[in-house]
């Protein structure tokens, strides 16, 4: 299975100030026939059901602010939520659809300092 | 509108098997390409995916659990069920059921459609 390992497990940001979450997968999720990184990432606030931010690693899902971000580095994966909000409050997942058994990080908890 | 709604008991005990209703809307498992997933999360842990079906019943398993789970689909009644044998308290979690498409193009999409999830509590 596919190993994805999320840094730091929860962090504090002040309002307004930037917030940076790593996943690292423990091999490629790169599908070459494509060009591909098969990552997502989900918010999951306080109470509800884990939302789509992030697909291809980069891609916002529709309606998602412009202040998150993805970008990676080989196996390495970065969840950057700029000028933090108070509505971004949430645990934040990285996951594989590379492969099958699809598996997650175990999350990173974004708090307001 | 894509909904997927969860139900199922919120209490069972150690070594009963549990049984799990996804309803959803929007779409049909007769649809090429769509497919239903079922993910669980402990309290205060992580997600773990569990199993799949697809539109033409392909179906796939937890390395971990695949010897304790079912998943089968009532397309008539847009609905897929997932059981899971021999219960233990540390399956205590909630369980969502939750939407990906497969296209000829990417193979594969993440989840983009959940459940609100239910609450399975085992105890004695």
């Known amino acids: 299975d596919i190993v994805m390992t999320q840094s730091p497990d929860s962090l504090a940001v002040s309002l307004g100030e930037r917030a940076t979450i790593n996943c690292k997968a423990s091999?490629?999720?790169?599908?070459?026939?494509?060009?591909?990184?098969?990552l997502a990432w989900y918010q999951q606030r306080p109470g509800q059901p884990p939302k789509l931010l992030i697909y291809w690693a980069s891609t916002r899902d529709s309606g998602v602010p412009d202040r998150f971000s993805g970008s990676w580095s080989g196996t390495d994966f970065t969840l950057t939520i700029n000028s933090l909000q108070a509505e971004d409050v949430a645990v934040y997942h990285c996951q594989q659809y590379y492969r099958i058994p699809w598996t997650f990080g175990q999350g990173t908890k974004v708090e307001i300092k | 509108q894509v909904t997927l709604r969860e139900s199922g008991p919120a209490l069972v005990t150690p070594t009963q098997t549990l049984t799990l209703t996804c309803t959803f809307s929007g779409f049909s498992l007769t649809t090429t390409g769509m497919c239903v997933n079922w993910i669980r999360q402990p309290p205060g842990k992580a997600l773990e995916w569990l199993a799949r079906?697809?539109?033409?019943?392909?179906?796939y398993y937890s390395t971990s659990l695949k010897t304790r789970l079912t998943i089968s689909k009532d397309t008539s009644r847009n609905q897929v069920f997932l059981t899971m044998t021999n219960m233990d308290p540390v399956d205590t979690a909630t369980y969502y059921c939750a939407r990906h498409i497969v296209e000829p193009t990417t193979y594969s999409n993440p989840l983009d459609s959940w459940g609100q999830g239910t609450l399975v509590t085992v105890s004695s």
């Open positions: 079906i697809d539109w033409d019943d392909d179906k």
């Open positions: 091999q490629s999720v790169l599908y070459n026939s494509n060009n591909k990184n098969y």
